[in-house]
């Protein structure tokens, strides 16, 4: 791994992984959440970005790679006028990396990954594990924030890929928790995104997060801005 990220290799965190990268199991559900969300897979590669260093080390520990550091500027999905800078994770994974015994991973192409020849993703091995799935789709292409309007907390998924939205809005609806969502509209960046009912979604996060020490499968600042929002929205409320 490079040193820019700020570790080597030997310190990737102790978690448990499966041997198989595809099998059914928390971490793995994660990462492919993260992948499908932030990244990008070919023949030859697989690359996937995060600006929390810590979910960048899980990814990287469940598959390997290499991990590069840097800070990017960014547009708001709603509002292309307004930017932020923000650090970014990169972990790319190649198909001759170390550890793979043929391939990318193991296999010999794309089309053995969870990803058919039109690029969308099948989570079908993953059924059992549909909140590190869910957990990775939000830190991937999620959002989190507080409504100071309303005295709410905003949950929304944004990405250039309708199918994937449509399919984590499935997996919402056959999550153990009522969170409805809204119908998926277009963003100002030629994209598409969808929300989950403001009502639904301090149980809904609650939900997300609730069991995530026991894998180590999370992102710290990602789940710091859901409490910090939660905790706003309790006080908007008291007032």
């Known amino acids: 791994m490079s040193e820019s990220a700020g570790h080597e290799d030997e310190d990737r965190l102790e978690i448990e992984v499966p041997a198989d990268p595809l099998a059914g199991h928390p971490t793995t559900a994660y990462f492919w959440g993260h992948v499908a969300g932030s990244g990008d897979v070919s023949d030859e590669a697989i690359e996937v970005v995060t600006n929390d260093e810590v979910s960048a080390q899980v990814m990287a520990t469940v598959a390997g790679g290499d991990l590069e550091y840097d800070t990017t500027s960014r547009e708001y999905a709603h509002d292309t006028s307004i930017t932020r800078t923000e650090d970014e994770y990169t972990l790319s ?79 919402i609806a056959d999550c153990p928790v009522d969170a409805p969502t809204g119908a998926l509209s277009e963003t100002s960046s030629g994209g598409y995104w969808f929300g989950v009912d403001d009502d639904a979604a301090p149980a809904f996060g609650a939900w997300l997060y609730e069991t995530c020490e026991e894998t180590g499968c999370f992102a710290p600042s990602r789940r710091r801005k859901l409490e910090r929002s939660l905790e706003r929205a309790d006080a908007y409320d008291d007032a």
């Not at 292409?141 to 929304?156: A, D, L, Q, R, Y």
């Not at 449509?166 to 997996?171: D, F, I, Q, S, V």
Request: charged share 30%.
């Open 93 to 171: 994974i190649d198909g001759d990396d170390e550890g793979n015994d043929t391939g990318l991973l193991g296999r010999s192409g794309a089309l053995g990954l969870p990803v058919d020849g039109r690029g969308n993703y099948r989570f079908g091995a993953f059924s059992e594990h549909d909140r590190e799935l869910l957990r990775g789709l939000l830190e991937g292409c999620g959002t989190i924030c507080f409504k100071s309007s309303s005295g709410t907390v905003g949950i929304s998924f944004v990405h250039d890929d309708r199918e994937l939205l449509e399919l984590t809005r499935e997996l």
